[in-house]
């Protein structure tokens, strides 16, 4: 199943969940039809008694009210009130939760490591963390630990790949190994690729919506432990009131239970696969399994003590609460079924730990010694990377494989990402995670290689960001002098945990500055246009995911998938004729198309039209960008090589559109 398979088949997922919980609320409206119709026909009842004993010259009170099943306008107001009751909070929960991966995780108690931690043990998450998110293309997500529980457990959340954030309990940090943490991890960015993350925190708002009645008919009987009756005119009415709330009460929670019954039936299925996945991701079975064999072993296992777990327990990598039903809101398989799936030899023993109190932890030595900075007397000189490029600058590299790699994490890719990770200088590995640094480093990437330039680059560095930056852009110089044209964007993923840390105030700044240090020289390369956007889109939907309306039709969309490919078509060459063909190359791949799409003028495609496009083309549906990313692969690769420029801008390019790309291998 590739990327656009699995986010296909998440929507499906999803628009059953609406039904399962319309049919959830719809059950819930009965239950309180019959309720309300039952409730007035005794408080009828007891009127006509009542007025009877007072009046007994009325013989027409004697008789007793014809009682109907069917009444439309109780049903109307219980059916409105109670649409209007779970709709409203549903809507304030999914409210609470547009703020991303993070508000889930900073509400269980979730505590941020820095990007630059130097614990050893978080040093060791934070590797697997970035390996994984350069090999898949995948912005670095953010990483938390919830450090006050001691169990086994992990969970990703967020609404899109960039609000992402993946957190571990103290527990995970301390009992696994570093190939047990992979696995755990591995299995958390099956659901990133995999699109279960907005499914999570869906199924949560509605979880809550439904839970809501309950509590309100909790509340009801709440409010009425102090009150005294004083008279026998007032017992009626506090009685009715509390078989109202008793009724609401046990109406919602009968509600919540089946609403909990989906929750663990649309869990328990996604996680086999993300099992599977991990074991695919790092060719060894024996990661992930040691991690639930271990599970299996603690005594704590993976229980959390936050009474949050059963809210989001379909969140994380295992059981997170005890099912007060058996296991019949268990939103996990059982470990034995996961581990057999995992390992079918399996003698059936899991792990013994070597501690008699599963609450001790050894710990890890608790800090590294700091990267050094390099110093330098002079400013740094970069190669400009041309969009023709060097001979040493190109891939080759076909559509198909370049398609195929999206939403894609290989054991091959990680393990070029921790090549890339071990190959790079310390000092910017350093800077890249230390938010005070990570602006300098990103100024430096884009500095000119012509002298005259990069000093207007360096005075409008100091002028703007101040002489601190300045000092440690020159610091960074040498070390970025020898990066490789292909591990900058990595650079710029990796930094990308540190700018998000900067103030919303600073944002700002910060991209006028990179806008001006881009634009000095009059013109912009594909490094720096994928640069900019790239940050641009991470940084942004990182502060406030954005969950816009999408767009369904190619028609509407032709104008700017005309620009794209365009701006890709004169990227690939100077040539007209060449350009010409790549452009047709690309635009065969959408049939829809056909006959409205045309190669544009270099001018009406240039970096400010692209940037546009791009915007309005993330409101994409999904069948949009899949087919816009195979014609824009199809372009770049028309005279059968890849550049490195070309290939930035691709990624660019999808990560513009929320589709994941990995770097690019040799073919």
């Known amino acids: ?74 049903f109307s107001g219980v059916a409105l009130g109670t649409l209007v009751i779970v709709g409203c909070a549903s809507l304030y929960k999914w409210s609470q939760m547009r703020g991303g991966g993070a508000v889930v995780a900073e509400s269980v108690g979730g505590r941020r490591i ?82 279960d993350m907005r499914l999570n925190l869906k199924l949560a708002a509605i979880l809550f919506g439904i839970l809501v009645i309950g509590l309100a008919g909790r509340g009801i009987l709440w409010s009425l432990r102090n009150v005294r009756v004083r008279d026998k005119n007032g017992t009626g009415g506090i009685a009715l009131i509390v078989v109202i709330g008793l009724a609401l009460m046990i109406i919602g929670y009968i509600g919540y239970f089946f609403g909990r019954l989906i929750q663990a039936a649309v869990s328990r299925e996604r996680e086999f696969l993300a099992d599977a996945s991990s074991i695919q991701f790092t060719r060894n079975p024996a990661g992930i399994g040691g991690a639930l064999k271990k599970i299996g072993g603690y005594a704590l296992g993976s229980s959390l003590d936050t009474h949050r777990a059963a809210e989001i327990g379909h969140f994380f990598f295992a059981q997170a609460f005890t099912s007060s039903f058996t296991t019949i809101w268990d939103t996990h398989p059982p470990l034995d079924q996961r581990i057999r799936a995992i390992d079918s030899q399996w003698d059936g023993k899991f792990f013994v730990p070597p501690e008699k109190v599963d609450i001790v932890h050894t710990p890890f030595p608790r800090r590294l010694p700091a990267a050094p900075v390099t110093s330098a007397s002079s400013p740094p ?25 999206i939403g894609t994490l290989t054991a091959d890719a990680i393990t070029g990402a921790q090549n890339l990770l071990d190959g790079l200088p310390p000092p910017l590995l350093a800077a890249a995670r230390d938010p005070q640094q990570a602006p300098a480093l990103i100024y430096g990437l884009l500095l000119n290689a012509d002298a005259t330039v990069c000093d207007q680059q360096r005075s409008i560095v100091a002028t703007r960001a101040g002489a601190d ?47 001006q240090l881009i634009h000095v020289h009059g013109q912009v390369d594909t490094f720096e246009f994928a640069l900019q956007k790239i940050l641009r889109r991470n940084l942004a939907l990182g502060q406030q995911p954005s969950m816009g309306q999408q767009i369904f039709s190619f028609e509407a969309m032709a104008g700017e998938i005309n620009v794209v490919l365009s701006a890709l078509a004169h990227a690939s060459s ?42 309005h083309l993330a409101m994409a549906a999904l069948p949009i960008k899949q087919r816009l990313v195979t014609a824009a692969a199809h372009v770049v ?31």
């Open 1 to 74: 199943m590739d990327f656009f398979e699995a986010q296909a088949h998440a929507k499906k997922r999803t628009n059953r969940l609406v039904v399962l919980f319309a049919l959830a609320v719809i059950g819930t409206i009965a239950a309180e039809y019959f309720a309300a119709i039952f409730l007035f026909s005794a408080v009828q009842d007891r009127a006509h008694r009542h007025h009877g004993y007072y009046d007994n010259s009325n013989y027409e009170t004697d008789a007793t009210p014809a009682f109907s099943l069917w009444q439309p306008n109780v």
């Open 114 to 195: 820095e990007p630059n931690s130097t614990d050893l043990a978080e040093r060791r998450l934070l590797d697997v963390v970035e390996e994984m998110a350069i090999a898949s293309g995948v912005p670095m997500p953010a990483v938390y630990v919830l450090d006050d529980e001691p169990a086994i457990n992990a969970f990703a959340a967020g609404l899109t790949t960039a609000d992402a954030v993946v957190t571990v309990t103290r527990g995970t940090l301390d009992k696994l190994t570093r190939d047990e943490l992979q696995g755990v991890i591995g299995h958390e960015f099956s659901h990133i690729l995999n699109g």
């Open 381 to 405: 000189v970069l190669r400009s990377l041309g969009v023709g490029g060097s001979p040493f600058a190109f891939r080759l590299i076909g559509a198909a494989a370049a398609v195929a790699s």
């Open 469 to 515: 930056t300045i000092h440690m852009l020159d610091e960074l110089a040498p070390a970025i002098a020898k990066v490789d044209l292909e591990h900058k964007l990595p650079l710029v993923q990796l930094a990308s945990p540190a700018l998000r840390q900067l103030p919303p105030t600073a944002l700002a700044p910060f991209f006028d500055t990179l806008d």
């Open 574 to 615: 100077d040539d007209e004729q060449a350009a010409t063909a790549a452009f047709a190359a690309g635009a065969t791949q959408l049939k829809m198309l056909e006959g409205k799409l045309s190669l544009l003028a270099t001018g009406a495609c240039a970096a400010e039209q692209l940037d546009a496009a791009l915007d």
């Open 637 to 667: 690769s028309a005279d059968g090589v890849i550049l490195i420029g070309e290939a930035e801008l691709l990624r660019a390019i999808s990560a513009s559109l929320d589709v994941p790309m990995p770097p690019l291998s040799k073919g």
